[in-house]
T-cell receptor
Framework: EAQVTQNPRYLITVTGKKLTVTCSQN?????MSWYRQDPGLGLRQIYY???????DKGDVPEGYKVSRKEKRNFPLILESPSPNQTSLYFC????????????FGPGTRLTVT | SQQGEEDPQALSIQEGENATMNCSYK?????LQWYRQNSGRGLVHLIL?????REKHSGRLRVTLDTSKKSSSLLITASRAADTASYFC???????????FGQGTRLTINP
């Protein structure tokens, strides 16, 4: 089944404790992206990747890191999480960047206390 | 304000009625996409309409695009309880490397 998976689905952590949210797709997609969704603010792009080893900042990259060492994986790293990073996070992928639908993962609900 | 803005923010109708949601944007686009999100879940792609298209259908969905007015509408006909969800438009901006999502319309279908 074609899908985007994220882990963990739920995470409660404390300020400053490094964490990684994994994202994997099995559709051989070139383009991958991370979003955060907050009430009243909609979806905002954090980072995106056009292909392996090619990543770039989205609209709200501060406090996040990503890597794209393999085509299928695009982990999101929070080196020192803070409470303002409490949010619902989505990974998405598409065949290419232009004019293709994005497939979304199920989301990761992160709470930083 | 954001590139893509949906209107209304919330819509509540009776089952069987039609639901119309609108999206306005500011700059030139390559295409516009509509997505559905059930509560707390990932977004699901509904339909993509390119900038040179004016109307597109998919089952009970009808999307129109008016590039002169920089607006799009999503019509869901003969609504069902299962259509209850949030609906987002996403604009694929010319010269950008991303989709820009609006804040969504929350649709409630009452039985």
């Amino acid at each position: 089944e074609a899908q985007v998976t994220q882990n963990p689905r739920y995470l409660i952590t404390v300020t400053g404790k490094k964490l990684t949210v994994t994202c994997s797709q099995n559709m051989n997609h070139e383009y991958m992206s991370w979003y955060r969704q907050d009430p009243g603010l909609g979806l905002r792009q954090i980072y995106y990747s056009m292909n392996v080893e090619v990543t770039d900042k989205g609209d709200v990259p501060e406090g996040y890191k990503v890597s794209r060492k393999e085509k299928r994986n695009f982990p999101l790293i929070l080196e020192s999480p803070s409470p303002n990073q409490t949010s619902l996070y989505f990974c998405a992928s598409s065949y290419k960047r232009d004019a293709y639908e994005q497939y979304f993962g199920p989301g990761t609900r992160l709470t930083v206390t | 304000s954001q590139q893509g803005e949906e209107d209304p923010q919330a819509l509540s109708i009776q089952e069987g009625e039609n639901a119309t949601m609108n999206c306005s944007y500011k700059t030139s686009i390559n295409n516009l996409q509509w997505y559905r999100q059930n509560s707390g879940r990932g977004l699901v792609h509904l339909i993509l309409i390119r900038s040179n298209e004016r109307e597109k259908h998919s089952g009970r969905l009808r999307v129109t695009l008016d590039t002169s007015k920089k607006s799009s509408s999503l019509l869901i006909t003969a609504s069902r309880a299962a259509d209850t969800a949030s609906y987002f438009c996403a604009t694929d901006l010319q010269g950008a490397q991303k989709l820009v999502f609006g804040q969504g319309t929350r649709l409630t279908i009452n039985p």
